[in-house]
């Protein structure tokens, strides 16, 4: 990826093609667009000594919680998602989770390809909704 590339990414209108990329990229980039929405999440709560930040976004990013949201989120999804999902949910990962159940980790795995894709079409708006959807019952706490 080019420098222009990777500005459009970053700020422009989605002139990347994600279908290009694997369910696992996806997933690896949508990890991250998940951990910023997590963070600034953790953050409306106001100032906090860093360790108490953590905590709280800890137990938002793991593989239990995000098959949670999944579920919670799931029929609001249109067919194009379920179908970005269900590609990063059956992909082929090289790694086995340590500390999650394998189907919690799939499910988390396709919640994170789709973030990826919707981030990297250009829909950051859909992904806040799908994320505000799928966090609701946190934020109202």
């Known amino acids: 990826m080019d420098l222009k590339e990777l ?3 970053l700020g422009g209108q989605g002139e990347v093609d994600p279908r290009e990329y694997s369910p696992l990229a996806l997933a690896h980039i949508g990890d991250a667009v998940f951990e910023v929405l997590v963070r600034l999440t953790v953050l409306t709560d106001g100032n906090a000594p860093v360790n108490k930040l953590h905590k709280k976004a800890r137990d938002i990013v793991n593989a239990k ?3 949670e949201l ?7 999804l249109t067919e194009e998602e379920e179908g ?3 590609r990063g949910r ?5 790694t086995v989770p340590k500390n999650a159940d394998l189907m919690d980790y799939r ?5 994170e390809a789709l973030f990826g894709y919707l981030y990297l079409k250009g829909e950051k708006a859909r992904t806040v909704e799908l994320f505000r959807l799928g966090m609701a019952e946190k934020l109202e706490k």
Do not use: E, P
């Open 65 to 67: 919680a995000q098959a």
């Open 7 to 9: 500005d459009l990414v």
């Open 84 to 86: 970005v999902f269900r």
């Open 90 to 94: 059956n992909a082929k990962s090289f």
């Open 70 to 76: 999944y579920y919670r989120i799931k029929d609001a």
């Open 107 to 111: 499910h988390a795995t396709g919640l």
